[in-house]
């Protein structure tokens, strides 16, 4: 039978997803800064990863900052519709992150979630859709870290 290019996709987010760990690392210091913000709200804590792909990021996100995380705690993933959503759910299963999740499968130029009920969005791989000039003067995107994938996230962008 044919390959499914959704698996094949979600291959190549495998293959890629060290690159895309500098971002987490770029931004940690600002992430448990605002984490520790957010400590002092008694309510469930609403996270939205936009760009989650397969997971792989997101769960060693979510390892590193578990301690910071209320013991209530959602996790809202989203990516396009094409994203193998089955390979996402099994490698959140087999995470045993003690959180709860809800999937989106969905654009992020759509609303995601309901107005002020999110209180941490992430979004440390989807910033290779957006073209210059960036709309922060001080954001580093992994595109410009490593030029291994450039022109075909450019061509996807178009």
């Known amino acids: 039978s044919p390959p499914n290019p959704s698996s094949m996709l979600s291959s190549l987010y495998s293959l890629h997803s060290p690159l895309q760990k500098i971002s987490h690392n770029l931004a940690h210091p600002y992430l448990l800064s605002s984490l520790s913000n957010l400590q002092s709200l008694s309510k469930e804590l609403n996270i939205l990863d936009v760009g989650c792909a397969t997971g792989e990021n997101t769960i060693t996100l979510l390892n590193d900052i578990l301690p910071h995380l209320h013991s209530k705690t959602t996790v809202h993933l989203n990516d396009l519709p094409s994203n193998d959503w089955k390979i996402l759910k099994a490698n959140i299963s087999s995470s045993s992150l003690p959180l709860n999740f809800s999937y989106l499968p969905k654009s992020f130029y759509e609303p995601l979630q309901p107005h002020n009920t999110v209180d941490l969005c992430v979004s440390y791989v989807a910033g290779h859709w957006l073209k210059p000039p960036y709309p922060y003067s001080d954001t580093v995107?992994?595109?410009?870290?490593?030029?291994?994938?450039?022109e075909e996230w450019e061509v996807k962008a178009n």
């Open 141 to 150: 995107l992994c595109q410009e870290v490593n030029n291994f994938n450039k």
